[in-house]
């Protein structure tokens, strides 16, 4: 007899919670220097990964069961979203996340009520960490960095590069060909609110999984004016490339019928052919098409100038050494020399072209990580992911004292009475405690011993010694951007969970998981 499809109230709920349960509680254990290791089969040599990596430890888990699948689902993507906001905090928002639940379903009032409560007790929190955070320069990121990346080389190698390049340079990352780490410098540009048009023409991993981000080198690059009203008007120039056995190209464009997006991603998934869409931001428009026009060397496309796209050619089209864009921004490394350009922008001296001379003049690096294997390089590349992130965010929006004492300051900081205050004077406890845990301490006995200056307190735990320090002056700090990050996507995800009364499954895809030993199971 084949199970019901549908689950009610309780039963939904708690199946929805085995779920979190099972995901959160393989992958709290990686938090904090004394945190562990998981080992993650994977279908690419070498085969097993050792990560400590949240958000990789949290994907690689499939349950046989469907509901208790969609609440590891839904920890997934609480950790999916805080690596695509900051890069980093995937584990300690699924910390926060199970602890909002489990004292969300404890709580007597209704699930409305509490996802109210919830709601407006997150501001609170931003506010308390907001009033925490300080800044920092290019002097101090190699702290930050260290913390992610659980290596003293890498945070000091990481500042090396930022004291080189300042805290607006653009930090690339790459793998070795040796087992040595190492650096070069030199010219880029970011393109703020110049982001893929599609998170679909992001890249995506050996499981066909879409990241956040894509990377091409010496992609081909065309600059238009004109509206992409169809992907027909892009036939001529894609098919010339593909001709030339060229598989990519780049378009910066005004705008775009959000019609044609999907016929791009087909042509992509039919051919191999990818083109890649980035929207230029409103704001200084028409200085990014003559300067990317100058620093990639290519043709503007513009009809106003008696160039459309049925006149374009190949040879319009420009180059750079390297392209990274997320849903956001757009870097280009590996330009054309810009000298005469910008000598013709000093010129001008107007605050416009001060501003654009700025812009160009930014300075890049390329970090290269190597090490003797490819399980230890895997290892390796996924914690200089976070620490270069980490240093990102920690220069442009400050810092706050690491360990999850930002967190637990802000309990101080909740209203009394409220059932939110309830739920979060234990959840926003959680990471703190869990990291006294995972480094051998006695969590309560480290909670005790906490001692507070004037406003917020900075004395916490080092998991490395096992001391109460001064956090800033122990150099364990946090990126604040981070920490609002893990605990907003906290409270939006649990809030949808404690809402859930009705979980309607697809029938085949229950008896497929049910019935298929070879599934992975938690």
Known sequence: MEKDNIYLGD???????????????????????????????????????????????ARSIMLSDPVENMGANLMKEIGAKSD????????????????????????????????????????????????????????????????????EKMGALIQEVYQKIGKDGILYTDISKTAEDYYTEGKGVKIDGAGLASPYMAD????????????????????????????????DMVASLYNQQIKELVVFCDDIDPTVVPDLILTRVKVGFRTVVIKLPVLWKDDWFEDIAKMTGATVVDPSMGIGFKEAQVNYLGTCGSLLADKNDTYLEGIADMNEHIKALETIGDDEAKIRVARLNTKTARLYVGAASDSALSYKRLKLEDARNAAYQALNGGVVAGGGLALYNAIAKLPEGTVATMILSDALAAPFLQIA?????????????????????????????????????????????????????????????????????????DNKLAGNSQMPII
């Open 437 to 509: 845990e995972n480094a051998g301490a006695d969590p309560h006995e480290i909670e005790g011993n906490l001692k507070y200056n004037e406003g917020y307190g900075t004395i916490g735990f080092n998991a490395k010694t096992g001391e109460m320090v001064d956090m800033f002056e122990a150099g364990i700090i946090d990126p604040a951007k981070i920490v609002k990050n893990a605990i907003t996507n906290a409270i939006s995800v649990a809030s949808v969970v404690l809402t859930t009364k009705v979980i309607v499954c697809l029938p085949e895809v």
């Open 204 to 235: 995506t991993d050996a499981e066909g999984r879409f990241g956040k981000s894509i990377q091409l080198k010496n992609p081909k690059i065309l600059v238009t004016k004109q509206r992409i009203s169809s992907a027909l008007e892009l036939n």
């Open 11 to 57: 039963d939904a709920r708690n199946a929805l919670m085995r779920g979190v349960d099972k995901v959160a509680n393989a992958v709290k254990g990686t938090l904090g220097a004394g945190g562990y290791n998981a080992l993650l089969q994977d279908p690419r040599p070498p085969f097993t990964i050792a990560t400590n990596d949240g958000v990789s430890v």
């Open 84 to 151: 695509r906001d900051g890069g980093d905090g995937t584990t300690t928002s699924i910390t926060l996340a199970q602890a909002i639940l489990k004292g969300g379903l404890k709580a007597q009032e209704s699930p409305m009520e509490i996802k109210r409560s919830l709601e407006e007790a997150l501001p609170i929190i931003l506010k308390s960490i907001d009033d925490q955070t300080k800044e920092i320069t290019v002097d101090q990121v190699g702290q930050v960095a260290t913390i992610s990346a659980e290596d």
